[in-house]
């Protein structure tokens, strides 16, 4: 409702008005129905976020007050960012209380800044404080926590390793074979391994990669058998090395010291007493946090 005052000359004969424009006032007077929603908190569920994580948060809103009449409005929640909604509910209170609602969102790999909002869909009243009506809330994220994380095993046979210039008791080549499994926070996509061989007497390396592999990869646990075959030995410096790439790019690599046997001449061409070498274990746990 809108009040008016307003004065004028009764006898205009006489007199004549030099400015009409303080003459009249008018004032909007609301009518008693007023009310006040709010957000109360929004609570993102997380401290970080990363990529290909979904998370669980909540948001609380409230009516400041009691009132004989049901009060209706609807909350959303969305990314500041893009706009992308996480929640639309429709509440309705009918005394001062609060309502609590969960919404779930995907992390990625910038913050996320996550925005509470209530609107009052009554159209019949109007909100005393517009003010209180949206909180936001910035969840950062994490490079250190979007690594690759997990957890692979790894076992070894035989206990030692020989060059392909030797033969087991059944008259076959010798070779070495890893077991290889793995549980990680991340699809993995890659598995790759290379035998680093430090040559004895100082004849540099040689990299040996495998000449068989059986892979179950693609998910976020699985496994791959490798065999290895050598035509030189190497001594206890030799390093196994496997590499793990994600669906991300993002990757981890094992090393493990596994020396491989075999007759070799010294400078004078003398075979020296053989003196088999081994790892110093034969099954692993590597743990990446």
């Known amino acids: 409702m809108i009040l008016v005052a307003e004065i004028s000359l009764a006898s205009a004969d006489k007199y004549y008005e030099t400015n009409l424009s303080n003459n009249k006032i008018q004032t909007l007077v609301k009518a008693n129905n007023g009310v006040d929603l709010y957000i109360a908190s929004i609570n993102p569920g997380t401290t970080y976020v990363v990529p290909d994580e979904t998370y669980t948060g909540s948001v609380t809103v409230g009516l400041q007050k009691s009132y004989a009449f049901p009060v209706n409005g609807v909350v959303k929640v969305y990314d500041k960012a893009d706009s992308s909604v996480f929640l639309t509910k429709s509440v309705q209170f009918n005394s001062n209380s609060t ?95 290379v035998h680093v ?23 976020v646990t699985g496994s791959a058998v490798m065999k290895f075959q050598y035509d030189k030995p190497g001594d206890e410096n030799s390093t196994l090395y496997i590499y793990f790439t994600a669906e991300d790019g993002k990757t981890a690599e094992v090393q493990l010291k596994i020396p491989v046997n075999g007759f070799y001449a010294d400078s004078k061409f003398n075979l020296p007493d053989p003196q088999w070498k081994k790892s110093e274990q034969d099954n692993w746990t590597v743990i990446f946090k």
Do not use: W
């Open 99 to 193: 309502q609590t609602f969960s919404f779930s969102y995907p992390g990625k790999n910038t913050d996320i800044t996550l925005v509470a909002e209530i609107q009052l869909t009554d159209t019949n009243k109007y909100d005393l404080d517009l003010s209180n009506n949206k909180k936001e809330v910035t969840v950062p994220y994490s490079s250190e926590m979007d690594k690759l994380r997990g957890t692979v095993t790894i076992s070894k046979t035989p206990q030692y390793v020989f060059t392909n210039k030797h033969t087991r008791e059944d008259g076959s080549v010798c070779d070495m074979t890893l077991n290889i499994s793995y549980t990680f926070n991340k699809k993995i996509t890659s598995i790759r391994a």
């Open 197 to 219: 061989i430090n040559r004895y007497q100082n004849k540099g390396v040689l990299y040996v990669e495998p000449y068989s592999v059986i892979k179950n990869i693609g998910d």
